[in-house]
């Protein structure tokens, strides 16, 4: 009896070739590259395994390239072992990653070869770099940080534009200070709605007066008297050829100027001479002072305007013009008689204006400045002590020697002539007006003055 014919062999040859067939087309379509052996083992730590299953498949670019094969926990955290085809060629560069499937909380694991010039990751080798975050618990995390500012910011503009507002937060105070600007202004507006309708009434006569001069017909009107002016204009241009046709013909005075060699030679020499006279007068630096200062006690300012020469670096001369609000004080005593006897005796001070002369000679020394001359109209000296490269000045002026003055004050030159001074006007009270001052002033030199010119758009 034939074996092979046997009805026996063949089911059985036949379940067995169906069963190979089975578990070839099982291999083929398995996403564990290790059932065939074409894979490399890989291990990597996460903070935790959360959303990851065992089996579930690892992508690279979103395509299927291993599994995970176990999740354990070491020191604390999540040890994920996977492999991967070998194909991929992990290079020990390479990175991983978890990333959400959906709003559900499933999770899977992407994976990045590594740059192609990095050395071969080894079989069973660890995986360093990893990129935590991108679930869903991240961004709910961040939801619920954006909800809380949100919270916060919605407080603090309630807080602002409720009520009377609160000067907490720099919303409420402007709103506050917005409030205040619109209640001023309708403020304004309500109590001089008559001086706002004259002006606009006034700007309106105005108006309409330019549009009667310039509609003029009459014979003095504007447009006669343009017209007029054009034929002038037109006149005028004309002498203007004559004139220099004349001169380029070599006629009249200007004519031989130009023409005549000896008479330009002659004009040169004297500009020469004018030209010497002039770079002189520029080696000479000018300055002009503008100042006030309040006079607490008097309760007006003192204000004095001046220029200053200077021939050379070691010395200047100021003269200057200042009006004094305590120039003239009147003292007067009030008595108060009460029964035929004499009760009580007051003082009254007044003062008035007068305006001064002051013209002196200052020579410098090093730190020091000393002037002497004529300080408001009355013979005088003083003394400058510089300081902070010459920024901060110290002076003491003593005048009027018949009821001595004394004053003391400290400037200070800030920026662009910019200078501030305070002190003390007649210390020994001689005449009644002590009072501590504060003010400021402006000092221009020549130069300040061309680059204010240079610069001026007019």
Known sequence: MNFLKL???????????????IAFMSMQVSDDPSLLGRAKRAWFLMPTAQGLVKGSAI???????????????????????????????????????????????????????????????????????????????????????????????TKNL??????DGTDKHILGRIVINIEKITKDLSQ??????????????QVNEITGTINELVNDD???????????????????MKNIDEITTKINKGEGAIGKLISDEQTGEDISTAIEGISGLVDTANKVSTGIDFNSHYLGTVGSAKTAI????QPGLDRYYYLGIITDPAGVVERKEISTTTGGSTTDVEEEVTFKNK???????????????????????????????????RKLTATVEAYDFQKIQVRSFLTYRMFYGLYLTAGYNDMLDKKNASSAFLGAGLFLTNDDLKLLLTKSPF
């Open 218 to 236: 009459s014979p003095e009107g504007f447009k006669s008297t343009w017209k007029k002016t054009m034929v002038r204009l037109d006149n005028s």
């Open 355 to 389: 305006t001064k002369i002051t013209a002196f000679f200052g020579k410098h020394f090093f730190d020091w400045t000393l002037r002497g001359g004529l300080i408001e109209d009355t013979g005088g000296v003083g003394i400058d002590y510089h300081m902070l490269d």
């Open 59 to 153: 992508k690279s670019a979103g395509i299927p390239v291993g599994v995970i094969k176990d999740i354990t926990l070491q020191d604390g955290k999540a040890r994920i072992d996977v492999t991967i085809k070998d194909e991929i060629g992990l290079k020990r560069s390479a990175a991983v990653g978890m990333k959400a499937n959906g709003i559900l909380g499933d999770k899977s694991i992407e994976v990045y070869p590594g740059d192609e010039g990095d050395p071969e990751l080894e079989d069973g080798g660890q995986i360093v770099n990893v990129k935590t975050g991108g679930g869903l618990d991240d961004v709910m995390t961040q939801v619920s940080d954006l909800a809380g500012n949100l919270k916060e910011i």
């Open 158 to 163: 309630k807080e602002a534009t409720a009520g």
């Open 188 to 201: 304004v507006t309500g109590d001089n709605k008559e001086q706002i309708k004259e002006i606009v009434d």
């Open 7 to 21: 009805p026996e062999f063949k089911v059985g040859l036949l379940v067995v070739a169906i069963g190979g067939l």
């Open 306 to 309: 001046g220029v200053t020469i």
